[in-house]
């Protein structure tokens, strides 16, 4: 068996992915740029079950990317070991890709405001929206991702997709306990 200190091993659960995007982790955006290349960038994002939303300033150039090309992928990690209500996440990640769509472009007092209140709770705490006071004046765009292919992986350990049987050293099984 696998030793301890690796933690589970494999894709996580929807109700372990659920509980591990409810934290507080940044996630890495990818977007395309006007030329073809990337552009990534970490915000906040808020998790509803279903999609990533996203609360970007009216200046934030990926939002004016996302208009332009609404192609994205998204990682939400955590480096070592997280742990919730107790419960061990060895170096956890969740993977998305998809597409993003507008839901409303540069406003003030828009949906975004709700998003970006929920946002500022997970990130800051009960005092989290006091944050969002100096700037609720700001336009903010607020955009949603919907994502067509989810992955995740915790442990530390390799997915048996990349593991080459034949090399010279242990199995899969016997490094991994399976």
């Avoid at 998305?96 to 970006?116: D, K, L, S, Y």
């Avoid at 915790?154 to 048996?160: D, T």
Wanted: with cysteine; aromatic share 12%; net charge negative.
């Amino acid at each position: 068996m696998a030793e301890e200190w690796r933690g589970r091993i494999g894709g996580m659960s929807k109700e372990r992915i659920d509980r591990f995007l409810a934290t507080d982790m940044l996630c890495r955006l990818a977007v395309i740029k006007p030329d073809g290349s990337p552009y990534v960038i970490p915000v906040w994002y808020q998790w509803d079950g279903e999609a990533l939303w996203f609360v970007g300033r009216e200046r934030s150039e990926w939002c004016r990317f996302i208009k332009a090309n609404p192609k994205v992928s998204v990682v939400v990690d955590a480096v070592g070991e997280l742990v919730i209500d107790g419960e061990k996440f060895a170096i956890p990640k969740v993977f998305f890709e998809g597409e993003a769509e507008v839901v409303e472009e540069p406003n003030v007092g828009g949906r975004w405001v709700a998003v970006a209140e929920e946002m500022s709770i997970r990130y800051f705490g009960p005092n989290g929206p006091s944050y969002l006071d100096s700037t609720r004046n700001q336009p903010r765009w607020l955009i949603r991702m919907k994502p067509t292919r989810m992955r995740s992986w915790e442990g530390v350990g390799w997915s048996p997709k990349y593991w080459v049987e034949g090399t010279g050293g242990p199995s899969y099984e016997e490094v991994h306990g399976r």
